[in-house]
């Protein structure tokens, strides 16, 4: 039970959280997500920097896509998320806005993604609870 109303993208704030409030992962003065983790030759002659920054939106995508699957089940435990999850965007937002370290595209991004969870999850339980409806009424006919 705990764990359907758990929101994942948390996981993704405490670790962007805790990397920049002390400083792991940054060298020399560089933000932790913008260290290059890799770089990667590519056949067109280009070379692809994989940056810290760039894993961990990849994860937070990872977990995005759970949410989103998890969003299709109806129930008191999904409501629940949701609103959590709403809950998490504005501590997101709140922490864009007013802390250091947080100012920057890579954690725009992640606030993105955590303004989506509570919105798609909110419109694919209206559309489920639409449809359940609709069968419900045809089946009273």
Do not use: C
């Not at 959590?84 to 965007?89: D, G, K, P, V």
């Not at 303004?115 to 609709?134: I, K, Q």
């Amino acid at each position: 039970m705990v764990l359907q109303v758990f929101p994942l993208l948390t996981i993704s704030l405490v670790i962007y959280t805790v990397l920049t409030v002390t400083g792991m992962g940054g060298g020399g003065g560089t933000a932790w997500h913008e260290v290059v983790v890799l770089n990667l030759p590519m056949y067109s002659g280009d070379v692809w920097r994989v940056s810290w920054g760039t894993l961990f939106l990849t994860g937070s995508i990872g977990l995005l896509f759970v949410e989103l699957v998890r969003a299709t089940k109806a129930g008191t435990a999904s409501i629940t998320n949701h609103l959590l999850s709403f809950l998490l965007f504005v501590v997101a937002l709140l922490l864009f806005i007013l802390a250091p370290g947080f100012g920057n595209s890579t954690y725009f991004v992640f606030l993105a993604m955590t303004f989506l969870d509570p919105m798609a999850g909110l419109v694919v339980t209206t559309v489920t609870a639409r449809r359940d409806l609709a069968v419900t009424d045809v089946a009273k006919r």
